[in-house]
């Protein structure tokens, strides 16, 4: 037969390991619901072609095409975007004003390229598939956005 003393310690860890699971379950479920909480708030809405148009214009107009240049090798956009690359990997800089005023009608070529750059799988160009990091329009600063675009832009892009 057991004494009151040795029933105490068991009746305590009882206690504990159903604190313990209460907490677990508040813990998760708080979890949940900023996981939910996130979700809902990262997931912006699309802008429209008219609010792409007005982004790529004012990014354009404060743009430095020398810049521009030196970004894209910095953020690595030469390893795929260039003529040279074996099994051509991703459309070419080369000639991409001018592609990218054709590419999504009635899109001018900068919201395209602006349009590409943040949401990669808006235009992927047939032969290609969407491999590009999705984040880009998170990672550049806009000033550097500015700049790759605007060096995009000229006839000198490669």
Known sequence: ???????????RNNLLVIVALVL????SAGFLVLFISFQNTS?????????VEELAAALLA???????????VDYGCTTCH???VLNQIA????GIAERAA?????????AYIYQSITSPAAHVVEGHNNIMPQDYGQRLSEQE????LAYLMTADAQ
């Open 24 to 27: 677990l379950v508040a813990i």
């Open 91 to 94: 459309p070419s800089f080369s």
């Open 145 to 148: 956005f500015a700049d790759i």
């Open 43 to 51: 997931n912006d809405p699309t802008p429209s072609a008219q609010e």
């Open 62 to 72: 404060i743009g430095v095409p020398e810049r521009g240049e030196t970004l894209i």
């Open 1 to 11: 037969m057991q004494t009151e003393s040795q029933q105490t310690p068991k009746s």
């Open 102 to 110: 054709q590419e999504a009608p009635p899109l001018s070529a900068p």
């Open 82 to 84: 260039r003529t040279s």
